[in-house]
């Protein structure tokens, strides 16, 4: 089976910094996707990683830890603007369909 | 930048008719998927499409479901009786290999949203 599981809502203040956790358990592993979704909009891709460690892309970072199913993101200097929900995905298969979690709701406050 | 777009931004229709959500991928991709996320809820991945052939579908993807590439640009999704509970946001996707590398990630299109009475 395939469950991926991530906080529902967090609250950060702007310029701070938030990390965002996902625990994935999958029938197959390819990679771990990080997107951003504002409200009524599509996933835009931010991150992926492949192999254990962390992956640095300006003011967002994602960590990866395959033997513990384990990812976060991390995003740094945060803007009113990366309010938004933050989705974790991990794809499998040889087609690489992308598995999503439940999102998480980042509320950036001033 | 180049884009994947999708037609129309909004479709209302009425329960048992029919329909067709269109994509246009971006040019140079050679793998199509499409997904759904019904209000509130998760995005979840219905079918991916690759050298004209249905790759992989999920259990939502019955036979009410079909995809098709009509020509060298389009990548459609019909609906052919629709339902109540297919009213949702469906977004495309598509990506250049299904291989990992930092730039072959899938890129969604705006999304249809779906309005069924």
């Known amino acids: 089976g395939q469950n991926i599981d991530q906080p529902t809502e967090m609250t950060a203040t702007e310029g701070a910094i938030v990390q965002i956790n996902c625990t994935y358990q999958?029938?197959?592993?390819?990679?771990l996707f990080w997107y951003q979704q504002h409200a009524g909009e599509a996933p835009t891709f931010l991150s992926y990683n492949v192999l254990d460690g962390l992956e640095e892309k300006g003011r967002f970072s994602s960590f990866l830890s395959r033997s513990k199913g384990y990812s976060y993101l991390l995003l740094k200097e945060l803007q009113m603007k990366d309010s938004a929900s933050y989705l974790c995905?991990?794809?499998?298969?040889?087609?690489?369909?992308?598995?999503f979690g439940a999102g998480t709701r980042l509320a950036v406050h001033p | 930048e180049p884009e994947v777009t999708q037609t129309p931004s909004h479709q209302v229709t009425q329960m048992g008719q029919e329909v067709i959500l269109r994509c246009v991928p971006i040019?140079?991709?050679?793998?199509f998927y499409w997904y759904r996320q019904i209000l509130g809820q998760k995005v979840e991945f219905l079918v991916s499409?690759?050298?004209?052939?249905?790759?992989?579908k999920s259990e939502i993807f019955d036979d009410q479901f079909s995809v098709e590439r009509p020509d060298g640009s389009n990548f459609t999704l019909k609906i052919r009786s629709t339902k109540l509970e297919d009213s949702a946001m469906y977004f495309c996707?598509?990506?250049?290999?299904?291989?990992?590398?930092?730039?072959?990630?899938?890129?969604f299109g705006p999304g249809t949203r779906l309005t069924v009475l």
């Open positions: 999958t029938s197959g592993f390819n990679g």
């Open positions: 995905a991990v794809t499998s298969g040889g087609y690489n369909k992308l598995i």
């Open positions: 499409f690759y050298n004209n052939e249905i790759s992989e």
């Open positions: 040019s140079n991709h050679l793998y």
């Open positions: 996707a598509s990506s250049d290999t299904p291989q990992i590398a930092s730039t072959d990630t899938q890129y």
